[in-house]
């Protein structure tokens, strides 16, 4: 069975079903509403774009599938797909769709779309989110259609740092040192006992996203500036944050694995970032650990797993990790009980990345002045682009968050993504150099 099949038979025993993949990324923010926040840590690029990345999941659907969208497909990108052969779902769209809005926001707010996905309801059809918030919920009542998941009360349980930070202790895990501050009074003593360590000090919301609601305490002055501001609240306002230290140098892994309904663990894949002169390109696949890394990678996984399945998760599990320049692994950081971005590479993997290939999940972000085609997008990659299973190049995932972020004054802040694919890992990486210069070259970015 191929990725998907395997997915469908852990969560609905079936793995001829059919899924509505509706990809809601950065589910969090809704996991996240009225919890407490850092001060200034919630900055993120724009809502439009992260919204677009959805047009991911036409890459993970299997035959028969569908994908919700927030818009129609490009029709240039969608002739492209056609030609590699990398979508075997179809695709539905919302009526009625508002930037700002996630997808499942959209299609509560279009008829149309949920006379569609009522339609479709035969008794073996489920809707699969990226992750279960209230809205999914209320998405499925209003078609019929269940979903293929646990319930959002679950799911932002289970995927808050202090969960994971509790977990690892609890199983016994190797544990980056750190401390939970629930309040805001606790927050002095935990940067104190954490910087006189040495080194430096991450503070993190328990339900913080890619990378935000995320302070990194560099010394005892940036410590106190961060007191001064939250201190405010007063000593008993709740605070939700795990301090911990900084771990340099070290390898940064995220690994997935699938608990089925029944409880049964199943590892799927590793990969690992690439950097360079400290700048991150993007993660690597396959990834060869050393043996005795790899094994406590798996046995963590078995553990971690079957701590989720008790508290009532089964789905999909991203989970952060870290391999120290010692040898030391550091099993979790962070648990994402949801799809993650390597979900949305499997199906890509089996399809375009046999074994011996290798492969670099890459974003390029671009400046640009103007709206663009993707036949432009075509053109200045030039040989680079994909065409066809086998070759080295760039197989281009998502387009649609290239044109999504308008910055109001007449420019865009564009992204791609891609998986960049070649016969080694540094050739891989040479792909990736080179694709991004041509696409700043054709968004006239220079400098």
């Known amino acids: 069975m191929n990725f998907v099949q395997r997915l469908k038979s852990d969560l609905t025993g079936d793995p001829q079903a059919r899924f509505v993949f509706i990809n809601n990324f950065e589910v969090e923010r809704s996991w996240a509403a009225g919890e407490p926040k850092l001060p200034g840590a919630g900055i993120s690029f724009a809502d439009a774009t992260v919204n677009r990345m959805e047009e991911l999941g036409v890459l993970l659907a299997g035959e028969g599938d569908v994908v919700m969208l927030k818009a129609p497909m490009d029709e240039e990108f969608a002739r492209y797909l056609d030609r590699l052969g990398a979508a075997a779902g179809r695709t539905v769209w919302a009526e009625h769709s508002e930037p700002a809005r996630t997808v499942t926001e959209d299609a509560l707010a279009s008829p149309g779309l949920l006379d569609r996905l009522r339609a479709l309801d035969d008794g073996r059809t489920y809707l699969m989110p990226l992750g279960v918030s209230p809205h999914e919920e209320l998405l499925a009542k209003e078609t019929g259609l269940p ?122 894949t590793v990969k690992a970032a690439v950097l360079r002169d400290g700048v991150h390109q993007g993660h690597r696949f396959p990834v060869e650990l050393p043996p005795a890394a790899s094994a406590q990678l798996h046995d963590a996984v078995q553990v971690i797993g079957e701590a989720l399945y008790a508290e009532g998760y089964y789905g999909m599990v991203g989970v952060d990790a870290m391999l120290g320049r010692d040898g030391t692994l550091y099993p979790c950081l962070e648990i994402n009980a949801r799809f993650n971005m390597s979900t949305y590479q499997s199906r890509i993997a089996e399809r375009f990345i046999p074994e011996g290939r290798h492969a670099i999940a890459a974003t390029f972000g671009l400046r640009l002045s103007r709206r663009h085609r993707f036949a432009e997008v075509e053109a200045a990659l030039g040989d680079l682009l994909m065409d066809r299973p086998g070759r080295t190049g760039l197989l281009i995932n998502n387009f649609a968050t290239l044109n999504a972020a308008d910055t109001g004054e007449g420019g865009f802040h564009g992204r791609l993504y891609g998986i960049c694919v070649a016969d080694g890992p540094d050739t891989a990486l040479a792909v990736r150099r080179e694709a991004e210069q041509r696409l700043r070259e054709m968004a006239g970015m220079t400098s």
């Open 147 to 268: 979903l293929a998941g646990p319930s959002a009360q679950t799911c932002k349980a289970v995927n808050g740092k202090i969960f994971s930070h509790r977990l690892v202790a609890a199983a016994g895990l190797t544990a980056v040192p750190g401390r939970v501050c629930q309040r805001v009074g606790e927050l002095r003593g935990a940067l104190s006992a954490q910087l006189a360590d040495g080194g430096r000090v991450a503070v993190k919301e328990s339900l913080g996203v890619s990378g935000r609601g995320m302070v990194v305490i560099e010394d005892e002055r940036s410590a106190a500036r961060l007191l001064r501001l939250i201190e405010r609240r007063g000593p008993d306002a709740p605070a939700a944050l795990v301090v911990e230290t900084w771990i340099e140098h070290a390898l940064d892994l995220n690994y997935q694995f699938v608990i089925s309904r029944t409880g049964r663990v199943r590892f799927e």
